[in-house]
């Protein structure tokens, strides 16, 4: 058995990796569980079937989706080692069987996550990042206005600080060349709204359509020693007004 660690779009959102299993016998084996230590994260990343399990046939991959848990800190910045994969499976009449194996990780997606997912949980300590699921539609209809909601996680002379260096721009969202997004936000004791002014990124037919991350508003933060993205996900009322908007505003004029 090979296994392999992916994540698509739609799951990056979502805090969900991908198990790509591949039979490497010459017959259809039957897998019931698969689960991945690392230690990235408190526990075991996990797959199991709604009902039955999955047939795998010989030499051919097939992806599983797995909720992540939550990141182990203490150890997530530069930690490199082997990934232990355990997946149970039945050959054609026999009992289910257990096996090990190592797991690879080609894309740095383990790593990656629980760097962001740290990241976030320090930013969270600091201040409630969050979108207002108002959106303000500029009476042309070409651009719109969302704002960024900063509310202190706790009061006192030292709440800890944050410092919002640039937002960056997604697949489906711009920023306004008249009127661009603000940098070097330093971020503590104080509540803030920061108005964003937002224009279609792209207007070709799938744009909306095959959307999966345009609503996630990545922010580049420094928090104490940690710095990288953390994502701001538009509510599903914003993310719905947001498509929308853009879906109007690529419409041709007339």
Known sequence: MAVEINQSRDQYGKQAILLQLTN???????VTVAQLQSPLFQGDISWKPS???????????????????????????????ELNARITYAEPGKEPVEASTNASDPFGVLSRNAGELCLASEAAAVAALVLDPALEVAADGRTAVVRLRITPAKAGD??????IESIE???????????????????????????????????????????????LLPLRVTV??????????????????????????????G
């Open 51 to 81: 009902a039955g399990g999955l047939e795998l046939p010989p030499r051919q991959p097939k992806s599983l989706p797995a909720m992540l848990p939550a990141a182990a800190c203490e150890v997530s910045e530069g930690t490199t080692t």
């Open 24 to 30: 490497t016998t010459d017959s259809p084996i039957t």
């Open 169 to 215: 721009e997604t697949t489906l969202l711009a920023q306004s060349p008249t009127d661009p997004w603000p940098a070097n936000v330093s971020v503590g004791a104080i509540k803030q709204e920061l108005p964003l002014t937002i224009r279609p990124a792209r207007c070709d037919p799938h744009a909306v359509a095959e959307d999966k991350v345009g609503t």
């Open 224 to 253: 104490g020693d940690r710095k990288g993205l953390v994502k701001i996900a538009a509510s599903n009322e914003l993310r719905g007004r947001i498509h929308d908007f853009v879906t109007a505003a690529c419409a041709p004029a």
């Open 158 to 163: 030292d709440p800890g600080r944050i410092t």
